[in-house]
């Protein structure tokens, strides 16, 4: 079968301790500290079989996360810039959904021909975090995609237990292929969900919030916010095609945080009072938590989804005085996120197609992921069994 696979050189920075079970396991904690001079090649592997408890998945529709685009995209010592867990060689791609081709012998709940997504978070289920409720925070976690093979391919195989049928949806739409598009976006949607509800404690009806970063993370948090029964939505993005995708799911108003000043904006549209949930979804917190700390209402949330490999500097007597919290928020398991969130698109109650805005043939994988490093898509889908954009 054809896929994906991002292959890097293992040359940990000189100011890196690797530690024992890094080297044990082959696998990077900190993957930009780790592996260097990146590459992206369309390989032929060998089919996968399921074991007993796992299914085989004909992928339908995969997603570029943005997770991806920074596997490849490296600083000026060649290393990537993703910072996170990691292991390659590795077939990419873990924003999917797809068709049930094959299972193994013990899996009962699931049926050949049946809709799927699947959980990019593989959790053990055994560890303390687990039993615990933190599926998240598993400390035998793997991640389809980075560090098990993924679904940047024409199939798949995945345990039984991280896969949701999705066959509500078809039913919603009235069409496969467009429901295995949005299947594909329940993931992402499922990363909002879990760190504005789950995490954050979610929103109260009447509620203000502001999303910095309108990439389908920001997007998703949009549209969730906006159905949650938020008063008012901003959206801060610098690219103006995703500005727009943010008032078509439901953003009132759009900015380019480089052209306002993001706290005057908030402050203005709520007479002063400030803004209850704060999103960050760019990645950059050293730029958009200061402006946050000058617009936090009484009792504000500022959740932080964004990857970033730095430290920010907090001034802290503003959170004790505006009685605010930041909550850190990773996955997507657990708590009924995706469940819920496929409930939301089955019932037409979240609407997320307008972000999609490219679609791509599995061939043309080099060039999809060029097209997603612009940022200046929603989402750039690969379609393995569908014609899709040329180069």
């Not at 203005?268 to 946050?292: H, K, N, Q, Y």
């Not at 605010?324 to 996955?331: E, K, P």
Request: hydrophobic share 45%; net charge negative; aromatic share 8%.
């Amino acid at each position: 079968m054809k896929a994906a696979v991002v292959r890097a050189r293992w040359e940990p920075r000189a100011t890196y301790q690797v530690s024992e079970w890094e080297r044990a396991t082959g696998k990077a904690l900190n993957g930009s500290s780790v592996w260097r001079y990146p590459q992206l090649a369309l390989e032929e592997l060998p089919e996968p079989s399921p074991a007993a408890d796992e299914v085989v998945i004909a992928v339908r529709a995969c997603g570029i996360c943005g997770s991806d685009v920074h596997f490849l995209e490296t600083d000026s010592e060649g290393y990537m810039l993703y910072p996170g867990l990691t292991k390659f060689p590795v077939v990419i791609g873990h924003e999917f959904s797809g068709e049930v081709v094959a299972k193994g012998e013990a899996v009962q709940e699931l049926k050949l021909g049946q809709m799927v997504v699947a959980e990019e978070m593989n959790w053990c289920g055994y560890c303390a975090p687990c039993r615990n409720g933190f599926p998240n925070h598993c400390q035998n976690l793997e991640e389809l995609g980075f560090t098990v093979p993924g679904a940047m391919a024409e199939r798949i195989a995945v345990k039984a237990k991280y896969c949701w049928p999705i066959d509500a949806i078809a039913a919603h739409v009235g069409d496969a292929q467009k429901a295995f598009e949005l299947g594909a976006l329940v993931e992402p949607t499922a990363v909002s969900y879990n760190a504005i509800f789950s995490r954050a404690g979610g929103i109260r009806p009447g509620e203000r919030v502001a999303v910095f970063g309108c990439g389908p993370i920001g997007l998703a948090a949009i549209a969730l916010a906006r159905t949650a029964g938020a008063s008012r939505v901003e959206a801060f993005e610098i690219s103006p095609v995703r500005r727009e995708l943010a008032l078509r799911v439901g953003a009132d108003a759009a900015h380019d945080p480089k052209a306002v000043d993001p706290a005057a904006i908030l402050l203005e549209s709520s007479a002063g009072e400030g803004f209850d949930l704060f999103v960050e979804a760019a990645g950059a917190p050293e730029r958009t938590i200061p402006a946050m700390e000058r617009a936090l209402a009484i009792n504000a949330r500022v959740v932080q989804i964004g990857r970033a490999a730095q430290r920010v500097p907090i001034y802290l007597e503003t959170f004790q005085v505006r009685r605010a919290q930041v909550f850190g928020s990773q996955g997507h398991s657990g708590h009924g996120n995706f469940p819920n969130v496929i409930r939301l698109l089955a019932a037409g109650r979240l609407d997320l197609s307008p972000i999609i805005t490219a679609r791509f043939p599995l061939a043309e994988v080099a060039c999809a992921m060029q097209r997603a490093s612009a940022r200046q898509d929603g989402k750039v889908m690969v379609l393995p069994y569908q014609s899709g954009q040329a180069c």
